[in-house]
């Protein structure tokens, strides 16, 4: 009997087999735990289920609980370590057949940047996703995708307070979520937080019931967001406070504070502890007021402290993407070099080397061309989709991959508006006037008049092809 129970716990141990199934539960019990914020511990199980999926050789449970380990130092602000997981799970991904896996990394990529307030960097991120997107053959999980997608651009938009941008995302968010019959959860959270965005935009332009019209839509909307529901009482409150309602207002910023605080928002508690001081100092409450402020300097301090240390890591990771296709020109430049040198030295003595060498150059920039040829569809097509979207981001973008297209136009016709200029772009893109119509929301008749007035600022012969002088101008 002795014996049984000294050898016990190794039977106990040789019972318990890690499988594809359990590790699988255990990555649903982190879901729950990244709703109710708690990271620690989200940290803690996902950890122990990479090291599990590791030694069965299991990639779904490599890719996830990078992922979520990625996405709850994120929510810690811990852009470093997050990043690290990020590029961890990056390198499982051929091991996954998963076609929304490089979607998610890129979201989270997208709020790491945005943590640092490099926010083009974020929105490219996220510019790449709605191309993504398009690839993804089940409906569901493409509507989600994009409407998580244009849920960021709204929020990094706001935080740029380019209002009109952001406005512009959310509505998008809300004609997404019109797509399927029914709404899963996934797109319910995408809504209700689009609402909340577009609740925060109307206040930051200063029109109260536009935030109170939208921030009722928002709580009609049947999802519960937990202890992430702090953002929609901060939002009653700072909506109380502009209606000089400041009982209420204090009511709304401790309810938003104690489910902040339970999530370990940071950066939340820090924006509610100087709203709710002030708040009480319009109340006469000195007390109250002094409190929220010593509790804002320290914790202002500590954040400041993070902040530097996850710029400094952010930035190397993003001088080492911007560095590493310089990187791979340059090693393939020096092999050239070698190449060459090599085939110079073997030219001396063998003619036959020479023709050799002349015939793997030829090769070789064939193989650049083709290089070449896809980062220009990849382009294009980014530009196209955003055209078709009328996003406010197409001009931009527009002219980052046809620099000399608006130069050329404008030496002709300096006095060409930026809604000219835009049309002009779709028409070298060679929309026809039917897709025009339907991209700008207004009747293929106005297209055709566009087109004519066009003809007349450009000094365009109604025997000219105007697709073809659009193509043009470019190349000359």
Not at 243 to 272: C, G, M, T
Not at 376 to 381: D, G, H, P, Q, S
Request: aromatic content about 10%.
């Amino acid at each position: 009997m002795k014996l049984l129970i000294l050898f016990f716990p190794f039977f106990l141990f040789a019972q318990q087999k890690i499988t594809t199934t359990g590790i699988d539960k255990r990555l649903e019990k982190s879901n729950a735990l990244l709703f109710e914020g708690q990271t620690d511990s989200m940290i803690k199980l996902n950890l122990s289920i990479l090291e599990d999926s590791k030694h069965i050789n299991y990639p779904k449970g490599k890719v996830y609980a990078c992922y979520n380990l990625a996405l709850a130092f994120s929510m810690q602000y811990r852009y470093n370590k997050s990043n690290y997981y990020l590029k961890l799970m990056e390198s499982e991904f051929k091991n996954l057949d998963d076609e929304d896996e490089e979607i998610s990394m890129n979201l989270l990529y997208s709020m790491n940047y945005k943590g640092i307030k490099m926010y083009d960097e974020a929105l490219k991120k996220l510019r790449k996703n709605l191309v993504l997107a398009n690839n993804i053959k089940i409906d569901s999980t493409r509507y989600s995708s994009n409407a998580m997608t244009l849920v960021e651009m709204a929020k990094n938009h706001i935080e740029k307070k380019s209002y009109d941008s952001a406005t512009y995302y959310c509505n998008r968010v809300i004609e997404e979520v019109k797509k399927p019959k029914n709404l899963n959860s996934g797109l319910n959270t995408s809504l209700k937080i689009a609402l909340l965005i577009l609740t925060e935009t109307k206040l930051k332009e200063n029109k109260i019931d536009s935030a109170e019209f939208y921030i009722k839509s928002a709580q009609s909307v049947p999802i519960v967001l937990g202890n992430n529901e702090f953002r929609t009482f901060k939002l009653l409150g700072e909506i109380n406070g502009a209606k000089k309602q400041y009982d209420s207002a204090i009511a709304d910023y401790k309810k938003a504070i104690e489910l902040a605080a339970k999530v370990k928002n940071i950066k939340k508690l820090l924006e509610l502890y100087s709203l709710i001081s002030e708040a009480y100092e319009k109340t006469g409450q000195r007390d109250n007021e002094k409190k929220y402020t010593l509790k804002y300097n320290i914790l202002s301090d500590s954040l400041k402290t993070i902040e530097n240390e996850n710029l400094k890591d952010t930035v190397d990771l993003l001088v080492e993407e911007k560095q590493k296709p310089m990187e791979d020109r340059n090693n393939f430049l020096l092999y050239i070099i070698c190449i060459v040198g090599t085939g110079s030295i073997i030219v001396i003595f063998l003619v036959n080397k020479r023709i050799h060498k002349k015939n793997k150059i030829l090769n070789v920039k064939e193989a650049e061309t083709k290089v070449l040829t896809q980062k220009l569809n990849i382009a294009f097509e980014e530009v196209i989709q955003l055209a078709k979207n009328n996003d406010p981001e197409f001009m931009t973008r527009f002219q980052e991959v046809y620099p000399d297209f608006f130069p050329k136009l404008l030496q002709i016709e300096p006095q060409l508006q930026n809604s000219e200029l835009k049309f002009c772009a779709l028409l070298f893109l060679n929309f026809s006037s039917k897709d025009i119509a339907a991209y700008t929301f207004v009747q293929p008749q106005s297209i055709q008049i566009r087109k004519n007035r066009l003809r007349k600022r450009l000094n365009i012969s109604s025997e000219e092809d105007l697709y073809i002088w659009m193509k043009n101008i470019n190349t000359n």
